[in-house]
């Protein structure tokens, strides 16, 4: 089972921050918090992981509270084109076996 | 990063018959997965490919419904047999990242309808 709750969808106008929560009260110690997106039609893509700290790409920022139990994904200036479900999932950062659990994840709408 | 593609894109298929998908990856990688999305729904893994070795699969999940090649370090594949209309779903293939950055990159995906 997922380890993560998310809200099941969530609107946004073009142009504004999107900020997607997700609650991880169960994440353990060594187990990394992603953030993927599916856009209709294709497959997953990544978007960003963190461990403790607040982390940015150009993609979006990841903001972990302090007590790892929860975390936001921020998209700063959201597009049409991000329109998509955002699957929250935490697992450990090992290279090659960790297997990825997909929750229902956070279908996104950004709207004109 | 790594470049997936996956043949066929879709297909429809009648009760009872095969469908082999396949996997290619751009660059060796040690570590394959399968996924499938029923429509509407989240991904669940299927099994693990590791090349040289026999899949893992899920709980829920059997080799003798879903047998799993993998051949060599850039290809894998996977059968659907004896299927039924339950089994329309989306494939998806997805290997970690093979330069060590701990993502995974995921093919455009199979979409298979039963008849």
């Known amino acids: 089972d997922a380890k993560t709750t998310q809200p099941p969808s969530m609107d946004c106008a073009e142009g504004r921050a999107a900020n997607l929560p997700c609650n991880h009260s169960?994440?353990?110690?060594?187990?990394?918090v992603y953030w993927y997106r599916q856009i209709h039609s294709q497959g997953p893509q990544y978007i960003i992981h963190?461990?403790?700290n607040n982390e940015t790409n150009e993609m979006a920022s990841l903001i972990i509270t302090e007590d790892r139990k929860s975390s936001t994904l921020i998209l700063p200036h959201a597009t049409l084109r991000d329109t998509a479900v955002y699957y929250c999932?935490?697992?450990?950062?090992?290279?090659?076996?960790?297997?990825?659990?997909f929750g229902k994840g956070t279908k996104l709408t950004v709207n004109p | 990063s790594a470049v997936i593609s996956q043949k066929p894109s879709r297909d429809i298929c009648q009760r009872g018959t095969s469908l082999t998908i396949q996997c290619q990856v751009d660059?060796?990688?040690?570590?394959m997965f399968w996924y499938r999305q029923q429509p509407g729904q989240s991904l669940t893994l299927i099994a693990t490919?590791?090349?040289?070795?026999?899949?893992?699969?899920e709980s829920g999940f059997v080799i003798d419904k879903f047998p799993i090649s993998r051949p060599n370090l850039t290809f894998s594949t996977l059968t659907v047999s004896n299927m039924s209309p339950e089994d329309s779903s989306i494939y998806l293939c997805?290997?970690?990242?093979?330069?060590?950055?701990?993502?995974?990159?995921f093919g455009p995906g199979t979409r298979l309808t039963v008849t």
């Open positions: 963190g461990l403790k």
């Open positions: 999932i935490v697992r450990v950062a090992q290279g090659g076996s960790e297997k990825l659990v």
């Open positions: 490919a590791n090349q040289g070795s026999e899949a893992t699969y």
């Open positions: 169960t994440i353990s110690g060594n187990e990394y």
């Open positions: 660059s060796q990688v040690t570590m």
């Open positions: 997805s290997v970690e990242d093979p330069f060590g950055v701990p993502q995974q990159y």
